[in-house]
DNA sequence: GTTCCCTAACTGCTACTGAC
DNA sequence: GTCAGTAGCAGTTAGGGAAC
């Protein structure tokens, strides 16, 4: 098939919270968030009190018996006004803007609250369903698929979307549906640009990252203008040296915005920046703080320059930078800041996942001298910490119980919980594995002798 | 009721490595 | 040289849990 050949099927990309349904049996079994991309919430409760997602639907009428959809959680713009001019009345501070409001919502509790709240969700995407062996597939591009959620009585962008031969009728409607964006009830990013034939997005198949069929077209990130008031420079767990640029708070898109990574020494010297430069500040992707450039034009002649440390701002050491690389690195692995960050990595979720156990306390600890390194998780003085302020039994309680439990957490895991550069979690599930196997031929090996 | 801490949710930029 | 994969770093907000 040549380029211009090419079906795309072309959709506004809503702004909200992605949620994940499952309908058996013409039956909402279960809704979640998306989480990290393979293991999320269960909200099922919560997703019932949202109107426009049926609790049944006519699949079977399809020869469909199970199937996942992907789909947005929202609150309408007008809603939004109106339940924070509620919170307003009743003396309450106001929710900051709609995407956070939305993602928050879907993890209250209170179901009866959620359902106040006038969620809305949007669904766009058939991830898989399963039909008995002998039925033809019920659709055979994405379009029609969100046809026929649509017509089961899903709320997909059956009107929004459009199928376009060629790319840049693609482009005339992503730019024509950018100048609406403002005039639309809902928060909404950019496009999604799909490739409409089902049969040929299998063929593409994904990257780890991302499909090789869609890709979504960015509107113009939200801007603003503030001040660089100062730099500072942290310790990363392995050594890294991160400029920080500490502006004056600017609301941009629905927050605030008053810190922002500048990555390495070079893009300071790349984007020419000094302290008190008026910047311009965008938020990528509408959600990462970003410094775009500095206007020098601007200056009166009392800006500083930003003096990039030569020695450890924590422990003092000698900084280095490795040949060919741009990052400058505490390389004294006993620095106070980098074992205090190896620890925090330990406990968080993807690795030793120690409930409760979360960056102010791992500090608190180490400046009591409670807890010196990751081994010193495991002799914890628990009498003494039930002793501070703030640390009742349940805190204690829990501490303990979520420290015991994480003896039996997978050897991928304590590896990865290590903090060792390079190794990831991909890196250490192949090094568990590898060890695994080695652990199976040594007794084999022995078995055989 | 208030305050503090923690977690989860949303996501991008940069650097480096390895395959082709 | 390009692309994909992986890692490391970073932001704000909302809500829950526990202590005070």
């Known amino acids: ?106 993890r209250i509790k209170d179901p009866a609250e959620v359902s106040k709240r006038n969620l809305e969700a949007f669904v766009y995407h058939i991830s898989y369903y399963t039909t008995p062996a002998t039925k033809e597939a019920p659709f055979t591009t994405h379009s029609q698929s969100l046809d026929l959620l649509w017509e089961l009585g899903f709320r997909s962008p059956k009107q929004e979307k459009k199928v376009f031969k060629g790319i840049q009728q693609v482009i005339d409607y992503c730019l024509e549906f950018e100048h609406t964006r403002d005039n639309l009830p809902y928060e909404i990013d950019g496009m999604v640009i799909k490739v409409n034939n089902l049969e040929l997005q299998d063929k593409m198949g994904m990257t780890s990252h991302h499909p090789r069929w869609a890709i979504a077209y960015k509107f113009k990130a939200r801007q603003g203008t503030s001040k660089l008031l100062s730099v500072e420079f942290q310790v990363g767990r392995t050594g890294s040296i991160t400029p920080v640029a500490k502006i004056q708070p600017v609301p941009i898109g629905g927050v605030t915005v008053s810190s922002i990574s500048l990555f390495n020494e070079e893009v300071i010297r790349e984007k020419d920046l000094m302290i008190g430069d008026t910047v311009l500040v965008e938020r990528a992707g509408d959600v990462i703080p970003y410094i775009v450039k500095s206007q020098a034009e601007l200056r009166k002649g009392d800006e500083k320059h930003i003096k990039f440390p030569k020695n450890c701002p924590v422990c003092d050491s000698k900084l280095f930078k490795e040949e060919g690389e741009a990052v400058w690195r505490c390389i004294n692995i006993e620095c106070p800041a980098q074992v205090v960050e190896r620890i925090i990595h330990f406990n968080s979720k993807d690795a030793m996942d120690i409930r409760g156990f979360g960056d102010a306390n791992v500090r608190k600890f180490y400046e009591m001298g409670l807890l010196k390194d990751i081994p010193g998780l495991y002799t914890l003085d628990f009498e003494k910490i039930g002793s501070l302020e703030g640390f009742g039994k349940k805190s204690v309680d829990n501490l303990q119980a979520a420290i015991e439990k994480s003896k039996t957490q997978p050897l991928h895991r304590l590896i990865f919980g290590l903090g060792i550069r390079f190794v990831g979690e991909t890196t250490a599930k192949t090094l568990a594995s590898a060890v695994d196997h080695l652990m199976d031929f040594k007794q084999f090996t022995q078995e055989q002798l």
């Open 1 to 106: 098939t040549g380029l211009k050949e090419i079906e795309y099927c072309v959709e506004p990309k809503f702004d909200g919270g992605s949620i994940s349904l499952i309908y058996e049996d013409d039956l909402m079994v279960r809704g979640a968030t998306r989480g990290n991309g393979v293991e999320g919430d269960e909200i099922t409760t919560n997703i019932k009190q949202i109107r426009s997602i049926p609790l049944s639907a006519k699949f079977s009428k399809h020869g469909i018996q199970t199937v996942e959809i992907r789909g947005e959680v929202l609150i309408n713009k007008n809603n939004f006004a109106k339940y924070n001019q509620q919170l307003v009345e009743q003396g309450q501070a106001p929710l900051a803007n709609p995407r956070n409001a939305a993602a928050g919502t879907l």
